[in-house]
C-alpha cells in the first residue's frame, strides 16, 4: 500500500539529544545570538585569550543547549559552564599564567583606537593581578549581575560574593590610584 508505514522503519528517528531540544531550538537560537558575544567578553574578564574565550564559550553553549529544556536562567548557567571549562582547561594544561598573561585585544581594534585599546589592555592588566576568586566576581559584576544573582549562579553564600566583591574593588583602587601617581611622577 502506498500510504502505508507499517512494516516500515521511520526515515528519520530523532536521537535524545534532538528531541529534547525541538521544543525550544527557535528560542535557543535568540538567546545564542543574544549572548554569545557577552559570554566571551566575560570569560575575557576571567581571563581567558580572545582564542579561549570563543572556543569555551562555544563548548558552553553547546552545554546550554543540551539542558535547555530544563534551564532557567540560561545566561548564568552558560557563564558557570564557561568558568568551569575554562578552569578545567587551564588546569588540565598547566597554563594558568600563561592564559592570564595572554593580551586579548583584537588586532582591528589597536589601529583606529589605540588610546581606547591601552585603556582596556590596563584594565585587564589589573583584572589579572586579583586572585581568582575577586576575578570571577568582577567579572560577573562586569557583565552587569549582581552579587546575590552571583551567589545564586555560583552557589556561593551572598555575603562571600559581596566580600569578594568588595576586596577587588578596594584591590583595583588601589592600583588605580598607584599607576595615577606614577604617571604624575613621569610627567
Keep these: 500500500m502506498l500510504g502505508s508505514t507499517e512494516g516500515t522503519r521511520p526515515m528519520f528517528k530523532a536521537t535524545e539529544f534532538e528531541f529534547a531540544t525541538l521544543e525550544r531550538t527557535d528560542s535557543f537560537d535568540d538567546y545564542y545570538r543574544s549572548d554569545l558575544t557577552t559570554l566571551t567578553r566575560f570569560l575575557l574578564h576571567l581571563g581567558a585569550s580572545v582564542e579561549d574565550a570563543r572556543d569555551v564559550a562555544q563548548e558552553a553553549m553547546l552545554a546550554v543547549l543540551n539542558k535547555w529544556r530544563f534551564v532557567d536562567e540560561p545566561q548564568a548557567y552558560a557563564r558557570a559552564a564557561a568558568k568551569t571549562i575554562f578552569m578545567r582547561r587551564i588546569g588540565k594544561a598547566k597554563r594558568d599564567q600563561e592564559a592570564a ?43 552587569g549581575y549582581t552579587p546575590s544573582q552571583i551567589a545564586k549562579a555560583t552557589n556561593q553564600k551572598p555575603a562571600t560574593v559581596r566580600s569578594h566583591l568588595r576586596h577587588a574593588r578596594a584591590s583595583l583602587k588601589s592600583q588605580l590610584a598607584r599607576n595615577r601617581n606614577t604617571a604624575r611622577e613621569e610627567e
Design 101 to 143: 598573561k595572554r593580551a586579548w585585544v583584537p588586532e582591528q581594534l589597536r589601529s583606529p583606537f589605540v588610546s581606547f585599546a591601552a585603556e582596556v589592555e590596563s584594565v585587564m592588566q589589573m583584572l589579572r593581578t586579583l586572585p581568582l576568586e575577586q576575578r570571577e566576581v568582577m567579572a560577573w559584576t562586569l557583565d
